[in-house]
């Protein structure tokens, strides 16, 4: 029944869902390989269907064929080598392989519609001039035969990683780039971020019988290779021959990944009204930890359900392998030997890249905060709530990164590519630290249960359409009912931050006034406390004059709205109708979520 539906999803005319203009392509990859394990090769047929929706016709087509960035001096090795602060993962390595460590593909053959096509690679891209142009609304048939050699894993992919795992093939087929509204991303593999058209994936591997395979995908043929995905993992050495064809499928994905080893054991544990959670891994003294993780997983997927939105997959695989940890379709690749809370601490993470990668999948290379961003955000509030910590500070080490990161004068505006920052350091803070900040911070301006209704929504309106950060910006304006590109226009696109300071405070009569300051050129929404002497407290709500409404208040606190301040004038004298003497201290923005960096001029203690 399921190839039957393939068929039919291949051969039907293809009609692009629209939400406004918005179209995307679509894909659908057949490919059967064959693996050498004595020499660390495979053949490879693929039959690729490209559907065009978008309005334009296309003359050409570009491939990724990601496995030529391990080959001494190409980009990645020469990138690598000249960074003043290169991944201690790549570092020279790829410059000492040899013939036989390097990665490959070499393309064999290659036709559009029966008619062999003519092409050139130059470093990991394969460009394609088309026999005839794909009209939109139109699908293609791409057939290639290809030959790989799997690289030592130096970097997300490749083979004999450093716990000893045989194969973690990751971005390991010729790959078709991603065409949208932009146009062509074909971008060379130097060290990131990937981007990819949505489709169905039916994989075919052929390896040594002694070797278990999982992979970002269901396994379909079970029963015939005897492989006990339901029960205790063993291959049924009753099956003759020296080989094992293991089919998988995926129909609703922008990658395909899969690893390999003889000694890979299979757990499962279920999630309650959610998916099936595989875990493979090789069981031994260092990976002791592995045994606890499914029961800590289900906790974390119920709460990342009931926060992030609901997973809308029946699997997830957690894979021994890789380099460190990795996020794709249905799956992750990680390193297994690791202290209980350092597995479980990138389990939930690349768990949680399912939701802001896997599910949503932007644009890694301009919009790497928005997956990895976003994803330590909730990173940080799904594992406070594992251990029991849940509180208003879940993301305070991200604001920390962020202000060594702006205290180092290297930071570089996040709208960057991801390949041209000038640093490994301030790529990690910009996407992952600042990322989470944005989010966090969205919450200080929109208020904490309006952030939750924006990140449920998002995902709920945009999950397999490749949003960008104007998608976003929408969601999260008509959920609050506030204007907000200002606060992106200066978040993302500069580097100008954030300080605020209690400047004077005067007696007026029974009242006080409270001078404050912008003293950094970033505008915000100001939340400001008065404790008095008794005890009690009172909350001062300044909005920003360019956001166009107020939030909600948060708290029980009583809260006073003041008018509104205009990012135009650098001070506001704020007057209240409370004396002085009963005053004990003011502070600007007590949660401490607005990233303000410099703290010591947002406080005034009254002696």
């Given at each position: 029944?399921?190839?039957?539906?393939l068929?039919?999803?291949?051969?039907?005319?293809?009609?692009?869902?629209?939400?406004?203009?918005?179209?995307?392509?679509?894909v659908?990859?057949?490919?059967?390989?064959?693996?050498?394990?004595e020499?660390h090769k495979?053949n490879?047929?693929?039959?690729?269907?490209?559907?065009?929706?978008?309005?334009d016709?296309?003359?050409?087509?570009?491939?990724?064929?990601y496995?030529n960035?391990?080959?001494?001096?190409?980009?990645?090795d020469?990138?690598?080598?000249s960074?003043?602060?290169?991944?201690?993962r790549?570092?020279?390595?790829?410059?000492?392989?040899n013939d036989?460590?390097?990665?490959?593909?070499?393309?064999?053959t290659l036709?559009?519609?029966?008619?062999?096509?003519?092409?050139?690679?130059?470093y990991?891209?394969?460009?394609?001039?088309?026999?005839?142009?794909?009209?939109?609304?139109?699908?293609?048939e791409?057939n290639?035969?290809?030959?790989?050699?799997?690289?030592?894993?130096?970097?997300?992919?490749?083979?004999?990683?450093?716990?000893?795992?045989?194969?973690?093939m990751?971005?390991?087929?010729?790959?078709?780039?991603?065409?949208?509204?932009?146009g062509?991303?074909?971008?060379?593999?130097?060290?990131?971020?990937?981007?990819?058209p949505?489709?169905?994936?039916?994989?075919?591997?052929?390896?040594?019988r002694?070797?278990v395979v999982a992979?970002?995908?269901?396994?379909?043929?079970?029963n015939?290779i005897?492989?006990?995905?339901?029960?205790?993992?063993?291959?049924?050495?009753?099956?003759?021959?020296k080989m094992?064809?293991?089919h998988?499928i995926?129909?609703k994905?922008?990658?395909?990944m899969?690893a390999?080893?003889?000694?890979y054991?299979?757990q499962?544990?279920?999630v309650?009204?959610?998916?099936?959670?595989?875990?493979?891994?090789?069981?031994?003294?260092?990976?002791?930890?592995?045994?606890k993780?499914?029961e800590?997983l289900?906790?974390?997927?119920?709460y990342?359900?009931?926060?992030?939105?609901t997973?809308?997959?029946s699997?997830f695989y957690?894979?021994?392998?890789?380099?460190?940890?990795?996020?794709?379709p249905?799956s992750?690749?990680?390193?297994?030997h690791?202290?209980?809370?350092?597995?479980?601490?990138?389990t939930?993470?690349?768990a949680?890249?399912?939701w802001?990668?896997?599910?949503?999948a932007?644009n890694?290379?301009?919009?790497?905060?928005?997956d990895?961003?976003?994803?330590?955000?909730?990173?940080?509030?799904?594992?406070?709530?594992l251990?029991?910590?849940?509180?208003?500070?879940?993301?305070?080490?991200?604001?920390?990164?962020y202000?060594?990161?702006?205290?180092s004068g290297?930071?570089?505006p996040?709208?960057t590519?991801?390949?041209?920052?000038e640093?490994?350091?301030?790529?990690?803070r910009?996407a992952?630290?600042?990322?989470?900040v944005?989010?966090?911070q969205?919450?200080?301006i929109?208020g904490?249960?309006?952030?939750?209704?924006?990140?449920?929504?998002?995902?709920?309106?945009?999950?397999?359409?490749?949003?960008d950060?104007?998608?976003?910006?929408?969601?999260?304006?008509?959920t609050?009912?506030?204007?907000l590109?200002?606060?992106?226009?200066?978040?993302i696109?500069?580097?100008?931050?954030?300080d605020y300071?209690?400047q004077?405070?005067?007696?007026?009569?029974?009242s006080?006034q409270?001078k404050l300051?912008?003293?950094d050129?970033m505008?915000?929404?100001?939340?400001?406390?008065?404790?008095?002497?008794n005890g009690?407290k009172?909350?001062?709500?300044i909005p920003?004059?360019?956001m166009?409404?107020?939030k909600?208040?948060?708290?029980?606190m009583?809260?006073?709205?003041?008018?509104d301040?205009?990012?135009?004038?650098?001070?506001?004298?704020?007057?209240?109708?409370?004396?002085?003497?009963?005053?004990k201290?003011i502070?600007?923005?007590p949660?401490?979520r607005?990233a303000d960096?410099?703290?010591?001029?947002?406080?005034?203690?009254?002696?």
């Amino acid at each position: 029944m399921i190839k039957v539906l393939l068929y039919l999803t291949m051969t039907m005319p293809i009609i692009a869902f629209s939400q406004g203009n918005y179209w995307q392509q679509e894909v659908n990859y057949k490919m059967e390989i064959e693996v050498d394990v004595e020499r660390h090769k495979f053949n490879g047929h693929q039959t690729l269907y490209y559907t065009n929706n978008s309005p334009d016709t296309l003359f050409k087509v570009y491939y990724h064929l990601y496995f030529n960035a391990f080959q001494p001096d190409g980009m990645m090795d020469v990138r690598s080598r000249s960074i003043q602060d290169p991944d201690d993962r790549v570092m020279d390595r790829i410059s000492k392989l040899n013939d036989h460590e390097i990665g490959y593909h070499i393309i064999k053959t290659l036709s559009q519609d029966g008619t062999e096509l003519s092409y050139k690679i130059e470093y990991t891209v394969l460009e394609v001039q088309l026999a005839h142009p794909i009209f939109p609304g139109t699908t293609t048939e791409l057939n290639m035969d290809f030959k790989s050699q799997i690289p030592i894993q130096i970097r997300r992919s490749g083979r004999d990683n450093k716990e000893g795992i045989s194969y973690s093939m990751a971005q390991w087929y010729p790959k078709i780039a991603a065409y949208d509204a932009r146009g062509w991303h074909a971008d060379p593999y130097v060290a990131r971020e990937f981007y990819a058209p949505w489709g169905q994936f039916d994989v075919s591997i052929t390896i040594n019988r002694n070797y278990v395979v999982a992979a970002s995908g269901t396994l379909e043929n079970n029963n015939e290779i005897g492989y006990g995905y339901q029960d205790d993992p063993s291959i049924d050495k009753k099956n003759k021959g020296k080989m094992l064809t293991w089919h998988f499928i995926n129909e609703k994905a922008h990658d395909f990944m899969w690893a390999a080893d003889p000694d890979y054991i299979h757990q499962i544990a279920q999630v309650p009204k959610g998916p099936k959670l595989h875990f493979f891994y090789q069981q031994d003294r260092a990976t002791r930890n592995w045994k606890k993780l499914p029961e800590i997983l289900i906790a974390a997927f119920k709460y990342m359900n009931a926060h992030f939105g609901t997973y809308p997959f029946s699997d997830f695989y957690v894979i021994q392998g890789g380099d460190g940890g990795m996020e794709y379709p249905m799956s992750t690749l990680i390193t297994g030997h690791r202290d209980l809370l350092s597995l479980v601490g990138v389990t939930v993470h690349e768990a949680l890249h399912s939701w802001y990668q896997g599910v949503l999948a932007t644009n890694e290379s301009y919009y790497h905060w928005m997956d990895e961003g976003y994803t330590s955000y909730a990173s940080s509030l799904t594992m406070d709530y594992l251990i029991g910590a849940e509180n208003d500070r879940s993301n305070a080490e991200n604001y920390v990164n962020y202000f060594n990161l702006v205290s180092s004068g290297q930071e570089e505006p996040m709208s960057t590519h991801a390949d041209y920052f000038e640093t490994n350091f301030a790529y990690k803070r910009a996407a992952y630290s600042k990322g989470a900040v944005s989010l966090s911070q969205l919450g200080y301006i929109v208020g904490e249960t309006c952030l939750k209704e924006i990140l449920l929504n998002y995902f709920d309106q945009w999950k397999f359409k490749h949003p960008d950060i104007n998608d976003f910006i929408k969601v999260a304006e008509k959920t609050s009912s506030m204007e907000l590109d200002w606060y992106y226009d200066y978040w993302i696109y500069s580097t100008k931050t954030i300080d605020y300071a209690i400047q004077d405070v005067q007696p007026v009569g029974k009242s006080t006034q409270i001078k404050l300051q912008r003293i950094d050129p970033m505008p915000m929404p100001i939340d400001l406390v008065i404790t008095l002497k008794n005890g009690s407290k009172k909350c001062y709500y300044i909005p920003l004059g360019i956001m166009r409404a107020n939030k909600k208040s948060e708290n029980a606190m009583a809260r006073q709205i003041m008018k509104d301040w205009h990012w135009t004038h650098p001070s506001y004298d704020l007057f209240v109708k409370v004396n002085l003497d009963n005053i004990k201290s003011i502070e600007i923005d007590p949660s401490q979520r607005m990233a303000d960096i410099d703290r010591s001029n947002n406080s005034y203690l009254h002696e």
